[in-house]
Nanobody
């Protein structure tokens, strides 16, 4: 079982930056691929970014590539999402998620099983 708690959301200015954090409880955290998703009001949840268990490979949604960076610190059981060049359309509840499998290197095959409660990102223009 993996418990995830996000933090770092809040109000950001368009063009500005935010850094989201996700703390994981599982002792085996380093085995899991991790991801970030977001859901805006009235919209479906969408994939944002993912990172393999080693941190060597990442994957991004087209809408955020070049602006967002996912990273992880396995020693601290943390995953981060650096958001730069904020846009109004980035406003959403951001949730981190953990893979249901372990040691996965292909981020296209991930089954996201564990979810955090989310942190709100609001963007002022």
């Amino acid at each position: 079982q993996v418990q995830l708690v996000e933090s770092g959301g809040g109000l950001g200015q368009a063009g500005g930056s935010l850094r989201l954090s996700c703390a994981a409880s599982a002792s085996g955290f380093s085995r899991y691929a991790m991801g970030w998703f977001r859901q805006a009001p009235g919209k479906e949840r969408e994939f944002v970014a993912a990172i393999t268990w080693t941190g060597a490979n990442t994957r991004y949604a087209d809408s955020v590539r070049g602006r967002f960076t996912i990273s992880r610190d396995n020693a601290e059981r943390m995953v981060f999402l650096q958001i730069n060049s904020l846009k109004p359309e980035d406003a959403a509840v951001y949730s981190c998620a953990a893979d249901g499998g372990v040691w996965r290197s292909d981020l296209r095959d991930v089954t996201w099983v564990y979810w955090g409660q989310g942190t709100q990102v609001t963007v002022s223009s």
